[in-house]
Every structure is written in C-alpha cells, then in structure tokens.
C-alpha cells in the first residue's frame, strides 16, 4: 500500500505496539476485558489523530498492515477491525465505562451494539442486559429484534400499592407489555388453548421471554377450595422475587372480572402453597389486548399484587410471503446457540 507516512506514524506505532504487549501479558481471568480495553485505546489513539492530523483511511490501512507484521499470531488488527475500534472509542468517549461494562462481554457483541444503536442509552441497556443473563450473539439479536428495551417494565399494575419498594420496583421492571409470542407461529386469531399448548411445547422461549429467575412449577395446576377444583393457567416461581408468580392467559381483551379471577387464585395460592419465608405471591394477566383505563379501575382495590399485559402473535401473512420469514425449527436452532 502506497501510503505516505505522516509526521508523528512512528511514535503512534510505537505505542500501540506496547500497549499491545502488555495487554497480552494479563491473567486469563482478564482476558476479555484487557483485550476489549486495548481495543477501545488503539480506537481512541486513532480518533485523535484522525481529528488532529487529518489522517485518511489510507494510514489505517498502513497501520494494520505494520501491526500484523509485528504480531502475526494476533488475530483482530485487520483495517476493518481497526475502523471498528475507532468507531467503538467514539461511541464510548468515557473510560469507565468501557472498564466496568462493555469491557465484560465479547468483542463480537460490541460490534452488534453499534451495528445497531445511536442512541447511547439503548445501547447501554442491553450491554448490560448481556452481562446480567449472559446473552450468547444469537440471543442479544433477538432480544433486540424483539424490541425488548421498550417492552420492558411496562404493563398495568398495581404493585407499588400493593408490595414493598424494593420488590415493587423489581417486580415492575420484570413485566413486558407486550409479551411476544412470535415463536409459536400463531395468527392472532389463534384460540386459548391453542396458545397455552403452544406455550407449554416451547416452554424454553417461553421463559426467555418471560426473562430470567422465572421456574416452571406447572401447568392447569389444581386447586381444591372448600371442596370445589379450580385450575390455575399456568404457575411459575421467581427465584429473584422469592414468590410465586400465577399467570392466566386470555385471548380475548382485559375485562375487569379476569382480576376478580386471578385475586381469587392469588389468595388461594399464599393460603395453600406459599412457604412462610415467601414474599406475597404475585398476578399476571397475559391477554390479547387492554384498555389502559379499564384496567387501571380493576386493580385500583385489589389487595394482591396484580399484573396486566398484552401478548402479541404474528400476524397471518399471504403465501408468498411466508417462506421469507424463519421457520420455528429455524428460530430454535438459533436459540439453542449457548453464551
């Protein structure tokens, strides 16, 4: 590459190069965050004098091409990856953060954030949902597929009335409205029980999309109440919130007697199954849709901790259009990829 070295090259090299060896040098415990700093400082050395030199395209090029003659069993100092790096430091001007947070996942999922965000405040949301379930790629892109930083803690509740402060807020963060149903390749004109026997078949995207700490106790669980048999829709346990969770999938819209419903069950459930050192059970209303109002009248009295969101299902498509969309083998596939 025909590229004249401009004042100032060698000494830029010169420290790269160091900076290089001794991040090499680190603990194998430090591995990725010593390699996710380095990049952020090579990216940052290469802003500045981009900015302060008017360097080109051309120079990083030439600096890629120095840096893998100088260490040609590294991998990663392509051009490309060099402009990866000067694109990272620029998106993440504060060190701190680079070390306390986009420092602790793979560079490859750093590369995805910004392929995918501008807005600095997404991007940290789920950097740092990543580090908080150990998202693999394939999941951290379907998350984001999913739109999950805007479907996150929203919903009808009732929870700050009705739980202490630090389980309310928790409890309110975990809620989505709405949930996405997508992987069971229903129509929105989908029945009931169809949904539920879906949502029991792929029961593993079904508590992704729920998100972490939630248990599986079961499904149609039976209650016996004063000799009548009652069925709750579907029964989890949040390890984090240290409660059960009662769901009750509907699929039509909210209507106010559904929490009278789930009240009941909520009841049923502290009386019944909840173990002394449990937190107060808590109630989700998963339906096809809801009227704000509506359901902000329902829950206003309710004494148990109540929930009310919407689900979404994909909606019928003409046939020639379905072959471009994933199938669900293909979409498992792609969620059976480990972190």
């Given amino acids: 590459m025909n590229v004249s070295t401009p004042a100032g090259y060698a000494e830029l090299l010169a420290e790269i190069k160091e900076r290089v060896r001794t991040a090499r040098t680190q603990a194998a415990?430090?591995?990725?965050?010593?390699?996710?700093?380095?990049?952020?400082?090579?990216?940052?050395?290469?802003?500045?004098?981009?900015?302060?030199?008017?360097?080109?395209?051309?120079?990083?090029?030439?600096?890629?091409?120095?840096?893998?003659?100088?260490?040609?069993?590294?991998?990663?100092?392509?051009?490309?990856?060099?402009?990866?790096?000067?694109?990272?430091?620029?998106?993440w001007p504060d060190e701190s953060i680079v070390r306390q947070l986009v420092g602790q996942i793979p560079w490859g999922h750093n590369i995805r954030l910004l392929e995918?965000?501008?807005?600095?405040?997404?991007?940290?949301?789920?950097?740092?949902?990543?580090?908080?379930?150990?998202?693999?790629?394939?999941?951290?892109?379907?998350?984001?597929?999913?739109?999950?930083?805007?479907r996150q803690g929203r919903g009808t509740t009732n929870f700050e009335r009705t739980l202490p402060p630090a389980q309310s807020e928790l409890a309110a963060a975990l809620?989505?409205?709405?949930?996405?149903?997508?992987?069971?390749?229903?129509?929105?004109?989908?029945?009931e029980r169809d949904?539920?026997?879906?949502?029991?078949?792929?029961?593993?995207?079904?508590?992704?999309?729920?998100?972490?700490?939630?248990?599986?106790?079961?499904?149609?669980?039976?209650?016996?109440?004063?000799?009548?048999d009652f069925y709750i829709d579907l029964l989890f346990y949040?390890?984090?919130?240290?409660?059960?969770?009662?769901?009750?999938?509907?699929s039509t819209d909210f209507k106010p007697e559904y929490a009278g419903k789930l009240n009941?069950?909520?009841?049923?459930?502290?009386?019944?199954?909840?173990?002394?050192?449990?937190?107060?059970?808590?109630?989700?209303?998963?339906?096809?849709?809801?009227?704000?109002?509506?359901?902000?009248y329902a829950l206003r009295d309710m004494g148990k901790p109540i929930g009310i969101a919407s689900h979404q299902l994909r909606q019928a498509l003409p046939e020639q259009l379905r072959g471009q969309l994933p199938t669900i083998e293909e979409l498992e596939a792609v969620l059976g990829e480990g972190p």
């Avoid at 990083?60 to 392509?78: H, I, N």
């Fill in 238 to 250: 949040h390890l984090r919130l240290r409660c059960f969770v009662v769901i009750e999938l509907k």
């Fill in 175 to 191: 809620l989505k409205d709405p949930y996405n149903f997508d992987f069971l390749g229903l129509a929105e004109d989908a029945r």
């Fill in 29 to 91: 415990v430090s591995l990725n965050s010593g390699l996710i700093l380095l990049y952020w400082q090579i990216g940052r050395v290469i802003l500045s004098r981009q900015h302060t030199s008017g360097w080109g395209a051309g120079v990083v090029g030439k600096l890629a091409d120095d840096l893998r003659r100088e260490f040609p069993d590294m991998r990663g100092l392509s051009r490309s990856n060099l402009m990866q790096m000067r694109r990272f430091a620029e998106a």
């Fill in 195 to 228: 949904v539920h026997r879906g949502l029991l078949q792929h029961l593993r995207e079904f508590l992704m999309e729920l998100g972490a700490g939630f248990a599986f106790v079961g499904s149609e669980v039976h209650l016996e109440v004063a000799g009548d």
């Fill in 116 to 150: 995918r965000f501008r807005d600095p405040s997404e991007r940290e949301w789920y950097a740092k949902a990543t580090i908080q379930h150990g998202w693999s790629r394939a999941i951290l892109d379907y998350q984001i597929d999913s739109d999950l930083y805007r």
């Fill in 264 to 296: 009941f069950y909520l009841s049923a459930v502290d009386d019944i199954m909840r173990h002394p050192e449990d937190q107060p059970s808590i109630g989700l209303i998963i339906c096809r849709g809801r009227n704000g109002l509506v359901a902000e």
